[in-house]
């Protein structure tokens, strides 16, 4: 007795196998098209505007010791390249809750940025192209942390 798993498979190996000859033959009736060219998207500081949420972790690290760290906020950017929030920390198990900070941002056409929190803390940004969510890393010397950003609110 043949097993109708092997009948099944074979019939479908057949039958891919002729729509497969017909599309390189061009026959009539089988449409060929290029996929259609989509608009590119650009970015500026309008395209991180709202209330956005955030949670990471990462290290500090100093020589040869390295300390973890973690993190959780939010923060509102006001389309304009001023960004303002309040976060709560945990260095090494120290926990520190409800720090305000602010600071500025820009973006770029090709949706890259930065973001500097106070004088202190650097970041590159790399945002989708809506302004929906955006990725980013930490770039100060002996800082391991990069997240992501959802929006919450728009405004």
Do not use: K, W
């Not at 290029?34 to 290290?59: K, M, R, V, W």
Request: charged share 10%; net charge negative.
């Amino acid at each position: 007795m043949r097993s109708p798993f092997r009948t099944s498979r074979t019939a479908y190996a057949v039958a891919a196998c002729a729509v497969t000859t017909a599309v390189t033959l061009g026959v009539t009736g089988v449409a060929h098209s290029a996929p259609a060219a989509q608009p590119e998207q650009t970015c500026s500081p309008a395209t991180l505007t709202g209330t956005y949420l955030f949670a990471g972790d990462g290290l500090s690290v100093s020589g040869a010791s390295s300390q973890p760290l973690a993190f959780a906020g939010s923060e509102h950017f006001d389309a304009a390249g001023h960004v303002r929030g309040t976060s709560t920390s945990s260095f090494n198990g120290t926990i520190t809750r409800g720090t305000t900070f602010t600071g500025t941002y820009t973006v770029a056409a090709d949706c890259t940025g930065t973001l500097t929190i106070g004088t202190t803390l650097h970041f590159d940004l790399y945002i989708a192209p809506g302004g929906d969510f955006f990725t980013y890393v930490q770039t100060d010397p002996g800082s391991v942390s990069a997240t992501t950003e959802h929006r919450a609110i728009r405004t």
